[in-house]
């Protein structure tokens, strides 16, 4: 197709990796089917072909179809043109937010939601910095080392789906958020030098939240009640809790009282054996010093 005298190369679904539905995201599967129904109906209602439509934004005929059949997430931009394209009245555009959530990882989604609605989180961590205190590039050194490895496309879509539960510091009644980080994840300098300060910097402006705590469990310690690996339990306004961790349970997330019991029990011995908020914020400072 030529443009001002220049050829226009229309995006294919080639161009579009990471942006495929998990079908066995159901949730996900009704919102991108009904978004994909809407964009059709309303541009046969003007009586545009899918390949005017394409040309229009930029897309090919083949991956218009594939979106309004459900097949494939549209990016925000192409519901906002599609919207004043087609005079949807701002139909379409709405759907933004939905759309947005269906790319992240239905497990992130899940997760996020409980982090909202949570009014205490304690979290330990023993082969990363948790993913709630991570920056973002410290996120992305560490996903493009993952084997087998990652698109940029994929890359970008994991980063925007924690970067998004970082919202959980922002909130107007945010939870008490407590944080046990093993000393080897703070020393391995992800990302290189200046990656690995900022990380390091990042630790230290959290750690100066009210409603943060951060401390640092010393690898010597000889007697580890972590050796189990990561624990997570988050609790609600009603009284509910829900606990994970590594090596307890199968790994599944639990809410059994008495289960609960056990990971709240390793969690708080972990955190007594653990260096103190303050002695943990100088240790900190001092490996930033060290850098």
């Known amino acids: 197709m030529s443009v001002d005298g220049e050829v226009r190369r229309l995006r294919t679904e080639a161009d579009e990796p990471g942006w495929e539905v998990d079908p066995d995201d159901e949730w996900g599967v009704a919102v991108i089917t009904t978004v994909g129904r809407q964009l059709r109906l309303r541009r046969e209602a003007v009586g545009m072909r899918a390949a005017e439509f394409g040309e229009a934004v930029g897309y090919g005929e083949d991956l218009v179809y594939k979106i309004e059949g459900g097949k494939r997430i549209p990016r925000p931009e192409l519901l906002d043109k599609a919207d004043e394209m087609l005079g949807a009245g701002g139909l379409l555009s709405a759907m933004k937010e939905d759309v947005a959530k269906v790319r992240y990882p239905k497990k992130v989604r899940e997760l996020a939601k409980l982090e909202a609605q949570a009014v205490e989180v304690g979290l330990y961590s023993n082969h990363n910095i948790h993913g709630l205190l991570q920056t973002e590039e410290h996120m992305r050194a560490l996903f493009h080392v993952w084997l087998p490895g990652y698109s940029d496309e994929e890359t970008e879509r994991m980063v925007a789906a924690r970067m998004a539960r970082h919202s959980i510091f922002e909130r107007p ?27 390091l910097e990042h630790l230290l402006e959290l750690g100066q939240l009210r409603n943060v705590s951060i401390q640092v469990m010393p690898t010597d310690c000889e007697e580890h009640f972590g050796t189990g690996g990561l624990i997570e339990v988050l609790k609600f306004p009603d009284g509910t809790a829900v606990g994970r961790s590594e090596g307890a349970f199968s790994g599944r997330p639990v809410s059994d009282p008495k289960q609960l019991r056990i990971l709240e029990l390793r969690y708080g011995m972990i955190r007594a054996q653990a260096l103190t908020i303050r002695e943990s914020r100088a240790f900190i400072e001092q490996m930033l010093g060290e850098t």
Do not use: I, K, N
């Open 173 to 199: 009644r945010a939870p008490a958020l407590s944080f046990v980080q093993e000393e080897v994840t703070l020393r391995r300098p992800v990302g290189g030098r200046m990656v690995w300060r900022r990380q």
